[in-house]
């Protein structure tokens, strides 16, 4: 797997003086580069590495990003802006930080959103802190992309649920605490027929053994629900409200998935500049030449343009929560477009990088080596490229 490599700069704040930011948007970015800069974690071992991320990340106080004030967490509401500033830094220094971040926010976003008081007491608090860590469980292996063709069944019992079932694809599968589970309490509702529950790990009938293993470092996991017996209040949120649950939260974390990719191009073309700068080649180096120059641009281009969408679509959901009132434009169709364009855009940009490390490119250990290997994922998972293409297209059509 891959070796955690410290970045040859650190990253530009310019894009901080955009509109889109406030001022404690711009303190939250100064104070995490520094920490993230001098953080060193071995990442040979993808789960021990995860396992130490949450640690170190709450510790550092990062994770109250996560959850909202009331819970302990570092601002009133979850914000996009922060989130998106947070993952597009951690992204930069190293992807597996970014995911341990993001899976303490996404694994927990139903709490946040319809846990009771209980619920987000018991469970919050200590995702805020790093003490317990979260996981989303929706994919099944018949229901990726088509969520209400779910099969896991959750049955009522005289005193709460047994669930029974099969979830793939679980980030901190086998390292989490808890899972955010959605199974069907209503099997011939489709996605109206959905409910959350949550699952604590040590729950009897729950095996999450089966370790998935993917070309980038990522925790992951099938869970077997095999008559697993939960206690009535485990259902988070409306009986049969689920797929409206997991949809709200996905919509909160599209944008910062969005932002990892940007983190990652960002450091691809960081890499890209560097080896350009240095390597000797026909008695000048690579960046004199107009081709390299040209290529630079576009890496660019494609940056910035991610970047942008990526901005609207956080300060578009933002700006709607502190009104209180619907965003000014389509929200999902800007998340989508941020979504698909920044982690198209970061898988461009860091093909062109490897390819300008010649050899070097392809050598495993070589930051821009690891990178390609990183990005691919972000383009399939929490909605793949065509299925957030749909979204757009759909948006387009209804004017
Ligand atoms: C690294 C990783 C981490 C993940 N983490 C989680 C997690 O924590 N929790 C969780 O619940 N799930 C997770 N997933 C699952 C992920 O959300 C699914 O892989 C994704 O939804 C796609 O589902 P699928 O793999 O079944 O592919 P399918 O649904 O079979 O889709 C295959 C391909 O078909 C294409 N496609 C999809 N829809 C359409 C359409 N309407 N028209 C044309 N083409 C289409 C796309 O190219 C897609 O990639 C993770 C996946 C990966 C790879």
Redesign the pocket.
């Known amino acids: 797997m891959s070796a955690f490599v410290a970045p040859p700069a650190p990253p530009s704040v310019a894009h901080l003086a955009l509109p889109f930011f406030g001022d404690e948007h711009r303190a939250l970015a100064n104070d995490l580069l520094p920490w993230a800069d001098a953080q060193r974690i071995d990442e040979h071992d993808d789960r021990a590495a995860c396992r130490e991320w949450v640690r170190q990340l709450g510790d550092g106080g990062w994770l109250r990003y996560c959850v909202p004030a009331s819970s302990g967490g570092a601002l009133e509401k979850l914000d996009s802006r922060a989130l998106v500033l947070l993952r597009e830094t951690l992204a930069y220094h190293s992807p597996l930080a970014d995911f341990a971040f993001a899976m303490q926010g996404l694994g927990s976003g139903c709490i946040t959103l319809a846990g009771s008081s209980a619920q987000q007491s018991d469970y919050l608090t200590a995702v805020a802190n790093g003490t317990k860590i979260a996981?989303?469980?929706?994919?099944e292996p018949d229901a990726?992309?088509?969520v209400g063709a779910m099969a896991t069944r959750a049955t009522a019992t005289l005193d709460g649920w047994q669930l029974d079932g099969e979830?793939t694809?679980?980030?901190n599968g086998g390292i989490a605490d808890f899972y955010c589970v959605f199974a069907k309490t209503e099997p011939a509702g489709g996605t109206r027929g959905i409910t959350a529950f949550i699952v604590d790990a040590t729950a009897a009938g729950l095996d999450t053994s089966e370790h998935i293993h993917?070309m980038a470092p990522?925790p992951?996991a099938s869970l077997k629900f095999d008559g697993c017996r939960v206690p009535r209040d485990a259902q988070l949120g409306e009986l049969n409200g689920g797929f409206k649950l997991a949809m709200r939260t996905l919509d909160i974390f599209r944008a910062s998935v969005a932002a990892a990719a940007l983190g990652m191009g960002r450091r691809a073309l960081a890499e890209a500049v560097h080896h350009a700068k240095h390597r000797k080649m026909f008695g000048q180096t690579l960046a004199d030449f107009q081709l390299t120059q040209a290529k630079l641009g576009e890496m660019a281009a494609l940056i910035d343009s991610a970047a942008l969408l990526t901005y609207r679509a956080a300060w578009m959901r933002d700006d709607a929560e502190r009104r209180g009132a619907p965003a000014v434009g389509d929200l999902s169709a800007a998340a989508a477009m941020a979504k698909m364009a920044a982690t198209e855009n970061a898988s461009r940009v860091i093909d062109m990088a490897l390819q300008m490390h010649g050899g070097l490119g392809v050598k495993v250990g070589t930051k821009v080596e690891s990178l390609y290997r990183d990005i691919r994922?972000l383009r399939?998972?929490?909605?793949?490229?065509?299925?957030q293409q749909?979204i757009i297209g759909k948006s387009v059509l209804k004017g």
């Open positions: 996981a989303f469980a929706l994919s990726g992309s088509d979830k694809w679980i980030s993917v990522h992951l994922s399939i998972y929490e909605g793949a490229t065509e299925v749909l």
